[in-house]
Structures are given as C-alpha cells and as structure tokens.
C-alpha cells in the first residue's frame, strides 16, 4: 500500500467517523464531490503533500499532529486477524515481549499526541 493509497483511507476514515459533510465543511468546501473523489476507491485523484498538509491544518483537533495523514488510523479486521493468529504461535516468553513492546508504543504514542500531559 503506496503514501497516497493510506492518505485516501484516513480521509475516507474521517469521513465514516465525523460525516463527509462535516469534512467538507472544516476544510472549505461547499460540497462533497471533492472529498468523493479523493476517497472512491477506483478514482485517480491523489492526496497530494499539500491537500494533506492542509488536512492536517485545517482539521485540527482531529488529525493534530504533522504526518497523521500518512500513518494508518483505521482498523483493518483481517490484519488485526493475521496478527493475532501469528501472536498466538508465540511462546509465554515472546508474547510477554510484544506485549511490553506495545506497553512502550502506546505510552509515546499517547505522549506525542498529548504533550505535556503525564501519563
């Protein structure tokens, strides 16, 4: 999955979350037949660096830090279920690993998202 294929998705994403409308309407538009084209699937409209850019500015509160546009933010159900499946082969040892790996990730990923606060 390419740079412009993920930003199509979290626009998409944001769409399904907070409503194709209200997107179109915080980043200035007066209709949706933008935000239509960058998330259909088959259209040939990319995301470029500075839509996402602008995104990113204009959705603040929601996409609040630089790059979150290239970053997946959905849930995909069979990825998540390729990794569990492989999660389980592990043994006690390695999952306890993973899971401290984890435990490390959320904790600067919460840190990033709200600076300043303790977590």
Same mark, same amino acid.
């Given at each position: 999955?390419?740079?412009?294929?993920?930003?199509?998705?979290?626009?998409?994403?944001?769409?399904?979350?907070?409503?194709?409308?209200?997107?179109? &309407?915080?980043?200035?538009?007066?209709?949706?037949?933008?935000?239509n084209?960058?998330?259909?699937?088959?259209?040939?409209?990319r995301?470029?660096?500075?839509?996402?850019?602008?995104?990113?500015? &204009?959705?603040?509160?929601?996409?609040?830090?630089?790059?979150?546009?290239?970053?997946?933010?959905?849930?995909?159900?069979?990825?998540?279920?390729?990794?569990?499946?492989?999660?389980?082969?592990?043994?006690?040892?390695?999952?306890?690993?993973?899971?401290?790996?984890?435990?490390?990730?959320?904790? &600067?990923?919460?840190?990033?998202?709200?600076?300043?606060? &303790?977590?």
């Amino acid at each position: 999955m390419d740079l412009y294929e993920i930003r199509r998705r979290n626009v998409a994403w944001l769409c399904d979350r907070y409503g194709r409308s209200a997107v179109s &309407e915080r980043l200035g538009y007066l209709d949706n037949n933008y935000i239509n084209g960058i998330t259909a699937a088959s259209s040939k409209t990319r995301v470029g660096n500075g839509t996402a850019k602008r995104i990113e500015t &204009e959705l603040k509160g929601i996409s609040t830090l630089p790059g979150w546009l290239d970053r997946p933010q959905w849930e995909d159900p069979q990825e998540i279920k390729q990794l569990q499946g492989r999660i389980v082969l592990l043994n006690t040892r390695q999952r306890r690993a993973v899971a401290a790996l984890v435990d490390v990730f959320l904790v &600067e990923n919460a840190a990033t998202q709200n600076p300043g606060e &303790e977590t």
